[in-house]
C-alpha cells in the first residue's frame, strides 16, 4: 500500500515538473510528433482521392449518357417502341413495361420471403443448431454467387424443370428474386438485430406474446432498415441483364409483355440490344435508353432515402 | 386451460385469509423458521430452493423466501449475486434466455409458475417488470402506455385506460398536453415513470422493479420512491436495489444476498443470506454479513 502511494507520488511529482518545464518554454500541451501530424493530412487526403475516383466514374457515365443521348430525351423514348429499323422514332415501350413486370414480382416475391426468412433466423431460429447454422452461412454464400448463375437455375428449374412457366416476365421475376433474396434477408436481418433487445424485453414483461411482440414492436422499429435493404435489392434488380437473358428477355419484342405469356424484354436487355446495332442511331438511342435507367434509379433511391428518414429511429 | 390457471391465480389472490397450510406447504426450517410475519401477511410468491443455473454455472442456489402481498420487497446485495436473476425467475423472464435452467419450486398465490400447464406469457400479464434502464418503445407517449391494454385485448375506453395508468404514475400533468409526442424526447426519470405507467395499464398484481432508479437524479429517485408507496396499496412490488436508503425507506421486507465461493475460489454462486423485516435487517440483522454489508465494510 504504502509503496503504492510513494510511486503514485513520484509520478506526481514528475509530472509536475514536466509541465513546470513546458509552462517555462511556453508550451503548455507540448506538440504532437511529426509522423501525427503527417498522418493526420495524409490519411484524410487518400480517403477523399478514393471517394473522388468513385464519383469520378459516376459523373463519367453520367455525362456520357446526357451529352450522347440527350437529343433524344423526350417523352418519345419512353412512349415509342421497339424498332430494329427506324432508330429515330424507335423507344423503350417494351422493354420499360418488361422491367416494370419483373421488377413488380421481383417485390412481390422478396418481401414476404426475405422478412419472413429474417424474422425466423434472427427471432426464432436455436443458433446452437447445425442447420440454423448452416442455412445462415448458406446465405452469406448464396450472396456472392454469380447473377449468370442464377440465371442457368432459372433456365432449368423455373423456364423448364419443375415450374414450366417457359420464358415469359414471371419466369424472369423469380430468377432475379432468388438473386437478390440473400441481400433482404441479410438487410433485413439486420435491421432486426439493431432494434434493442430491451424494447423486446418490455413488450414481452407485459405479457405481449412472441409474435405480438415481432409484430407490433420489432418490424415498425425495424421498418426503414428492412425498407432500405429492399429498395437496393430492387434497384440492383432492375439493372440486371445477364440472367433475364438466359430466361426469356430477347431481342427485339415488339409487343407489350404479359407475366405468363410470351416472351420479354427489360430496359437494360434492351440498351444492350440497341448498342450492338451498328448504326450510329442506335449507339443515341442506347445512351438515351442509359439515361432512362439512371433517372428512374436516381428517383426510386431518393424516395428510398426519403422514407427511411421518415422512419428512421433513434434509440 | 391458461385462462383457467389465471383465473386460479386471481381467484386465489381474492381470498384474503389464505392459509400456507392449505397448500401443503411447510414452513420454511432452519433460519428462515422466524417467525411472525407468517401468520401477518397473505403471501404471494412462496419460492423453496430455486436455484438457477446459466449452462454449467451457478447464479444462485436454494433461495427460500415468501413474499407478501402489498408489500415492497427490497432485494439487496453486491453486484453479481444474483438478484436480477431471482427477480426474472419470478414472471419467467428467464425463460429469454436458453442457458438459464431454474430448480425449486416457486408458487404464487399457490400456483406453480413453473408449472406445466403454465404458459410463460400469463405469468407476465399477471406479473409485470420494470427494467434497470427505461425502456420505452419508440412509440408516442400515449402508444407506450396503450400497446399492453390494446394487445392484450383490455375492455374498456382506451383513452380512459391511459390517462388513469399516467395519473397513477403521477406523469400525467407533465404529460398531458404531448401525449403524441416521442417518448424518446422525455427525461430519463419520466421515462422511467412512463414505464411503470405502461406497466400498470394492465393491471398487473405484482411488479419486479430491477434497480428502477439506479439511473435516475435524487429528485426522480425521490418521486418514484413516493410513487411505489402509493403503489403498494394495489400491487405487490419486488425491487432489487443498490441504494441502502432505498432500502430502509421504502421496503417492509429485505432480502440480503451474498456471493459464495468454494475453496478453491472457482465456483461462485449468490446465496440468500437473510430475510426478514426491513426494520430488523437494517437494526440488529441476525448474521454478521449482513451487519457488515449494510455498513458498508463489504461488497
Ligand atoms: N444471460 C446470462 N448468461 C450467463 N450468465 C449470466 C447471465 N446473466 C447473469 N449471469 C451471471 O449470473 C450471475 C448473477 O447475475 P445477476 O445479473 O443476477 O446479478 P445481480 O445481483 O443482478 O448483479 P448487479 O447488481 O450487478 O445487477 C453473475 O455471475 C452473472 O455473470
Ligand atoms: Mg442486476
Not at chain 1, 433474396?181 to 423486446?200: M, Q
Not at chain 1, 426503414?224 to 426469356?248: C, D, N, Y
Not at chain 2, 411505489?228 to 396499496?233: A, C, F, I, N, Y
Request: with cysteine.
Amino acid at each position: 500500500m504504502s509503496v503504492n502511494q510513494d510511486e503514485h507520488r513520484l509520478a506526481g511529482r514528475a509530472r509536475i515538473a514536466v509541465a513546470g518545464a513546458r509552462a517555462a518554454t511556453g508550451d503548455v500541451f507540448g506538440r504532437s510528433s511529426r509522423r501525427e501530424r503527417l498522418g493526420n493530412v495524409v490519411f484524410p487526403a487518400l480517403l477523399l482521392l478514393a471517394l473522388s475516383v468513385a464519383l469520378a466514374g459516376l459523373l463519367a457515365i453520367i455525362v456520357w449518357a446526357v451529352v450522347e443521348g440527350g437529343s433524344r430525351a423526350n417523352v418519345d423514348l419512353i412512349t415509342n417502341g421497339t424498332s430494329r429499323l427506324d432508330a429515330a422514332s424507335a423507344g423503350y415501350r417494351e422493354a420499360i413495361l418488361g422491367s416494370l413486370y419483373v421488377i413488380g414480382g421481383v417485390i412481390l416475391l422478396i418481401v414476404p420471403l426475405g422478412v419472413g426468412a429474417a424474422i425466423y433466423l434472427e427471432e426464432y431460429a436455436d443458433k446452437t443448431r447445425w442447420w440454423n447454422r448452416l442455412i445462415e452461412l448458406n446465405i452469406q454464400n448464396l450472396a456472392g454467387v454469380p447473377s449468370i448463375v442464377f440465371g442457368i437455375l432459372g433456365l432449368a428449374f423455373v423456364v423448364r424443370g419443375p415450374l414450366s412457366l417457359g420464358f415469359v416476365a414471371a419466369a424472369g421475376a423469380i430468377t432475379v428474386a432468388m438473386l437478390v433474396l440473400p441481400t433482404v434477408i441479410i438487410a433485413a436481418r439486420e435491421a432486426i438485430r439493431a432494434v434493442p433487445p430491451s424494447i423486446r424485453e418490455g413488450s414481452l414483461a407485459l405479457g405481449a406474446t412472441q409474435w405480438q411482440t415481432i409484430r407490433r414492436q420489432v418490424l415498425p422499429a425495424a421498418f426503414s432498415g428492412i425498407l432500405t435493404g429492399t429498395i437496393l435489392a430492387v434497384a440492383r434488380a432492375f439493372g440486371e441483364a445477364a440472367p433475364l437473358l438466359l430466361v426469356g428477355a430477347t431481342t427485339f419484342v415488339t409487343f407489350d409483355p404479359s407475366l405468363f405469356e410470351n416472351r420479354f424484354t427489360t430496359l437494360p436487355v434492351q440498351i444492350f440490344n440497341y448498342s450492338k446495332q451498328p448504326q450510329e442511331e442506335f449507339q443515341v438511342l442506347a445512351a438515351g435508353g442509359a439515361l432512362v435507367m439512371i433517372t428512374l434509379l436516381v428517383v426510386v433511391n431518393s424516395f428510398a432515402i426519403g422514407l427511411r428518414n421518415k422512419f428512421e429511429r433513434r434509440w | 386451460m391458461m385462462e383457467k390457471t389465471i383465473d386460479v391465480m386471481r381467484q386465489a389472490k381474492r381470498n384474503t385469509a389464505i392459509d400456507a397450510d392449505d397448500h401443503g406447504l411447510s414452513l420454511p426450517t432452519g433460519e428462515f423458521a422466524q417467525p411472525e410475519y407468517h401468520e401477518q401477511r397473505e403471501r404471494a410468491f412462496e419460492l423453496r430452493n430455486v436455484s438457477v443455473h446459466y449452462g454449467d454455472t451457478p447464479a444462485v442456489k436454494d433461495v427460500t423466501m415468501d413474499i407478501f402481498r402489498n408489500n415492497i420487497t427490497a432485494l439487496i446485495g453486491p453486484s453479481g449475486c444474483g438478484k436480477s436473476t431471482l427477480l426474472r425467475c419470478m414472471n419467467r423472464m428467464n425463460d429469454l434466455i436458453p442457458s438459464a435452467t431454474v430448480e425449486g419450486t416457486l408458487r404464487y398465490h399457490g400456483e406453480d409458475i413453473y408449472g406445466p400447464k403454465v404458459d410463460p406469457v400469463q405469468v407476465r400479464k399477471i406479473i409485470g417488470m420494470v427494467f434497470q434502464k427505461p425502456n420505452p418503445f419508440p412509440k408516442s407517449i400515449y402508444d407506450n402506455v396503450a400497446f399492453g391494454p390494446r394487445t392484450l385485448g383490455m375492455k374498456g375506453n382506451e383513452r380512459e385506460i391511459v390517462k388513469d395508468a399516467l395519473v397513477r404514475a403521477g406523469l400525467w400533468d407533465e404529460v398531458k398536453d404531448r401525449l403524441d409526442d416521442n417518448a424518446y424526447g422525455m427525461s430519463g426519470g419520466q421515462q422511467q415513470r412512463l414505464c411503470i405507467a405502461r406497466c400498470i395499464a394492465v393491471e398487473p398484481d405484482v411488479i419486479l422493479m430491477d434497480e428502477p432508479c439506479s439511473a435516475l437524479d435524487p429528485i426522480s429517485t425521490a418521486r418514484i420512491e413516493d410513487l411505489m408507496l402509493e403503489l403498494k396499496e394495489r400491487y405487490s412490488i419486488v425491487i432489487v436495489t443498490h441504494n441502502m436508503q432505498q432500502a430502509a425507506r421504502v421496503s417492509d421486507m429485505t432480502g440480503f444476498l451474498m456471493v459464495q465461493l468454494t475453496e478453491d475460489e472457482k465456483s461462485r454462486w449468490g446465496e440468500l443470506v437473510e430475510y426478514d423485516e426491513t426494520a430488523k435487517i437494517f437494526t440488529n440483522p441476525a448474521d454478521a454479513r449482513t451487519e457488515d454489508y449494510i455498513a458498508g465494510k463489504v461488497g
